[in-house]
């Protein structure tokens, strides 16, 4: 679980980056409070071979990466 | 990630031809849109220096921030929110344009001077890069200001209240206020044309979260070159305005002039155009984004980037105060920047050493 709420970009994908490179889990749940972040975080996830999936909950927003 | 980002595009398709524009208009060459010089300008408007030749409250970096606010609350995503070590940040915004002023523009302007053929700007892409580079290091260690938090509304608004006073003040009480009557601050589109344009290029800039950082800094960190393609957008549209327009003879833009000597607004002593973005370029990245992006957070309602505006101006403040600033090239003679200049460059290279390593994650700092 990677937390990144708080975070402006890019942070939150490098948060995201490091979380991947270091277990390259099968599944990573990721938290944002930015649209913007959102975006950036699903471009990089596609590129890294995850679906991703979000779910508004509040001012947050919950991503479900999956490979 | 090959797809091209067309609201990105278009962002840097209109901030190049505004830019052509508002130089048309009257502003100085090259000086379409200069965040760094125009913040400058206000410092001196505002009294904060007293370089008698840029002084001028500039309706651009008004309309920019006003810009986006309007747009962000149009569209929702007004969020006030700080707290994300605000008081490193106006360091960091001193930095950044301190090195900014050394070259003579902002990381936009760089864009503007090389689409008008001026190749010192191309030694300071090179040192932007750099800066940027090292920078992307830091970042790519677990580097971070921390996290912001949700503040109250009335955080969020300083920066564009903060304009709308100043921009009021100016237009009814001119006298108060300090104004260029000749160099740099003269020249100047008038005042409501330049504020429209400004406007508009603000909204865009806030929909296409346009940077002249991040296009290099994603580039580097993620491969993504999504804001990559506004900084190219915004060179070829200036380079071919200056190639067509410029030699037509259109307003007051001047044409597009290949080389070192002689361009407008800007100096040819290497080292310091190279070392100077260097600076800017690093800052800008612990940051989280250019001076021109700072303004627009800041009228997304971000009171770091606010605190950065005006870490900005007060850097501005303390570079003409103290001579730090680059001497343009004048009758020949080469410009740069004085002893003084120098030494606060390279001290500034330890600030950003002191404030990257601090801010890497605990128990890391060794392996960085």
């Given at each position: 679980m990677v937390d990144a709420r708080g975070y402006s970009c890019p942070i939150p994908v490098v948060m995201v980056q490091r979380a991947v490179k270091a277990e390259n889990p099968k599944a990573l749940t990721v938290l944002v409070d930015e649209q913007v972040c959102v975006e950036n975080v699903t471009r990089f996830a596609k590129a890294s071979g995850y679906a991703v999936s979000v779910t508004r909950d509040g001012e947050d927003y919950r991503m479900e990466l999956t490979k | 990630?090959?797809?091209?980002?067309?609201?990105?595009?278009?962002?840097?398709?209109?901030?190049?031809?505004?830019?052509?524009?508002?130089?048309?208009?009257?502003?100085?060459?090259?000086?379409?849109?200069?965040?760094?010089?125009?913040?400058?300008?206000?410092?001196?408007?505002?009294?904060?220096?007293?370089?008698?030749?840029?002084?001028?409250?500039?309706?651009?970096?008004?309309?920019?921030?006003?810009?986006?606010?309007?747009?962000?609350?149009?569209?929702?995503?007004?969020?006030?929110?700080?707290?994300?070590?605000?008081?490193?940040?106006?360091?960091?915004?001193?930095?950044?344009?301190?090195?900014?002023?050394?070259?003579?523009?902002?990381?936009?302007?760089?864009?503007?001077?090389?689409?008008?053929?001026?190749?010192?700007?191309?030694?300071?892409?090179?040192?932007?890069?750099?800066?940027?580079?090292?920078?992307?290091?830091?970042?790519?260690?677990?580097?971070?200001?921390?996290?912001?938090?949700?503040?109250?509304?009335?955080?969020?608004?300083?920066?564009?209240?903060?304009?709308?006073?100043?921009?009021?003040?100016?237009?009814?009480?001119?006298?108060?206020?300090?104004?260029?009557?000749?160099?740099?601050?003269?020249?100047?589109?008038?005042?409501?044309?330049?504020?429209?344009?400004?406007?508009?290029?603000?909204?865009?800039?806030?929909?296409?979260?346009?940077?002249?950082?991040?296009?290099?800094?994603?580039?580097?960190?993620?491969?993504?070159?999504?804001?990559?393609?506004?900084?190219?957008?915004?060179?070829?549209?200036?380079?071919?305005?200056?190639?067509?327009?410029?030699?037509m003879g259109w307003g007051k833009l001047t044409p597009f002039n290949l080389g070192f000597a002689g361009q407008p607004v800007a100096h040819s002593s290497h080292l310091w155009n190279f070392l100077g973005m260097v600076l800017a370029g690093w800052g800008s990245v612990l940051l989280g984004g250019c001076p021109l992006r700072q303004l627009i957070l800041a009228g997304e309602g971000n009171g770091d980037s606010a605190i950065t505006v005006f870490g900005m101006i007060a850097g501005a403040a303390i570079s003409h105060n103290f001579g730090l600033a680059g001497n343009p090239d004048a009758n020949g003679v080469v410009g740069g920047i004085s002893l003084t200049g120098k030494i606060v460059v390279l001290a500034g290279f330890l600030v950003l050493l002191a404030i990257s390593l601090i801010n890497l994650p605990k128990g890391q700092n060794k392996q960085a």
């Open positions: - | 990630m090959k797809k091209v980002n067309w609201t990105v595009v278009l962002s840097g398709v209109a901030v190049g031809i505004a830019a052509l524009l508002l130089s048309a208009l009257g502003n100085p060459a090259n000086m379409g849109f200069c965040i760094a010089c125009f913040e400058r300008d206000m410092a001196g408007g505002l009294g904060l220096h007293a370089a008698a030749k840029v002084q001028y409250i500039r309706p651009e970096i008004i309309g920019l921030v006003l810009g986006a606010f309007i747009m962000a609350l149009v569209k929702g995503e007004f969020r006030a929110k700080g707290g994300s070590s605000a008081a490193t940040r106006f360091i960091l915004g001193a930095m950044v344009m301190i090195g900014a002023l050394v070259f003579l523009g902002c990381p936009l302007r760089m864009v503007l001077r090389l689409g008008g053929g001026d190749l010192n700007a191309l030694v300071a892409l090179v040192g932007f890069a750099l800066g940027i580079f090292i920078g992307a290091q830091f970042i790519k260690r677990g580097f971070s200001l921390k996290r912001t938090y949700t503040m109250g509304a009335a955080e969020g608004a300083v920066l564009p209240a903060f304009m709308i006073v100043v921009g009021l003040a100016f237009v009814l009480f001119p006298a108060l206020f300090k104004t260029s009557e000749e160099g740099p601050g003269s020249m100047r589109a008038p005042f409501f044309i330049a504020l429209a344009i400004a406007l508009v290029v603000g909204a865009l800039a806030q929909r296409s979260r346009l940077c002249m950082v991040g296009g290099l800094r994603d580039a580097m960190l993620f491969q993504d070159f999504k804001l990559l393609y506004g900084f190219i957008a915004i060179l070829a549209v200036t380079i071919v305005g200056k190639l067509a327009l410029g030699h």
